[in-house]
């Protein structure tokens, strides 16, 4: 059988519920394409060949049956190497977790395959999700798939390429400080976080808790809504996920955006941006507004703030979390030790890449006594205030409008050896974690190189509909 | 300069990481520059903000609800045997470096 590939969620679903196509055949398409393209971008750390194709005979036999297919029936998912998998192995992208097998599923996991996904594997990352280029992966870098000198960025990047190079339908990936917007932007693919809250942490592997977020990456936004509706909604095994009704996004994203205000805020198009992408997001602010959006000129005054305040809270996070990596229960040990203290130290030495270990000393220098108040508390006192802009900001405003990065993807080695500088890679990213506001990334144009920009909005806490209506309108209008 | 290698090994000692040499003034002279970024905080009078731990306290609680009512919904009954059963034995040993079947293996803790 010969057809154009599959390449959103509806053309998948659809030709399998019409019986054009079975869920088996589309399942080995997609692996066959990751056979022939993933040697040079290294997407994907471990592929679950024996998991997928028996959930996709599931899905055809219900499909022969000629029942109602659920909304991801058959559509062929990669899933972050951060996010739990039964039975599947689950690295984080780290040597500290090489060889872990998890016991259970995390929930977004569960419930993309209870909607009828079919998980191929898990994608490369940056170790424990810390990083914005993918190059703190323990295992290797990711090409970025439309230009292969680049990255992906991070930390979602194996995620954000496999989509990218249709290698899969849609992605999960996490975002702690603008880990699925910013590789989604680099390579030219929808990725939203969710509003903190709206999507169970259940099985993520945590790096800051407070800030961590579950979302998809996808070709389309309408494929983001339908991926957000199937893994949003309360879970008892994560206290913080809210108790909240979830709406119907993917029939709320047809809803008209004329008379929608835009807040453009002049700290995210300051110093440090990009011509060319402040040319293409400019250009995609004028499309807005010929589709009726009001354009409205705000401020998020403690933006220059946001990037020491993540790193610090961040990082303060992390080193907690990461004190669970002793070489006891499941992660790497250190062979020949002598004593447990050794064993923990050795064990973390060898196991942790150098950008964890930067982090879990930064973070623990920042808690530590006599530094706490000056560093640790003083950034949540700032977390507040940043906050706050974002409060006062959407008293006036319906969403915001941004650059998703400062710059297109960069080259691979450009700025591996100097940690501040890829942080300032996040700067347009972190401060909607930190205040727990849903943001989404879309493709908005190219630079002259032909690499993909984002364009980011953000919206008021829950409000994941609003920020899909008008991203959505904005790509209908492309 | 605000960190030394000597507050370095201090720091690496409480987070139970073993560092090199060569890492430690790596060390020192990366979270130097990290530090000296994040100074900038100092420029703001936070006296009487609030510090935030958190965004689910403020956010996607039901607003006309005070007090701990707000979070009724995050409290459960006390299920004795948890929401899910306990992993058996074997799963919750399978992915230890060194285990004997009951116990996890570690090397001697206590020496006399």
Redesign the interface.
Known sequence: MTHAPLLTIDQVRTAIQQRTTTALAVAEEHYARIEKTDSEIGAFLTLCKERALEKADHVDRMAAEGKPLPPLAGVPVAIKDVLSTRGVRTTAGSKSLVQYIPPYDATAVARMEAAGAVVLGKTNCDEFAMGSSNENSAFHPVSNPRALDRVPGGSSGGSAAAVAADMAVAALGSDTGGSIRQPASFCGVVGLMPTYGRVSRYGLIAFASSLDHVGPLTKTVKDAATVLQTIAGRDPMDSTSADLPVPDYVADIEKPVRGLKLGIAKEYFAEGLNDEVRHAVEAAIDQLKELGCEIVTISLPHTPYAIPTYYLIATAEASSNLARYDGVRYSYRARGVKSLSEMYRRSRDESFGPEVKRRIMLGTYALSAGYYDAYYLKAQKVRTLLTRDFENAFGKVDAIVTPTSPTAAFRLGEKSNDPLAMYLADIYTVTADLAGVPGISIPCGETREKLPVGLQILGRHFDESTILRIAYAYEQSG | MK?TEK??TY??D???????AG?RS??VR??N???D????????D?SS????????D????DESKRGSDRFS??S?DDIPEG??KS?PRE??L?????ADGTF?R????I?R
């Not at chain 2, 970024?37 to 703001?44: S, V």
């Not at chain 2, 903000?49 to 689910?56: F, G, I, L, T």
């Open positions: 960190v507050d370095v720091v690496a409480l987070a139970n990481i073993e560092l090199s890492e790596g060390m990366d979270l520059s990290i530090l970024y994040i100074d900038r905080l100092n420029e703001l936070t903000v609030e510090p935030m731990a958190q965004v689910s403020r956010y996607g609680v919904y995050a459960r929401l899910r992993l799963e919750a399978q992915n230890a470096p060194d996890f570690v090397p001697k803790v020496e």
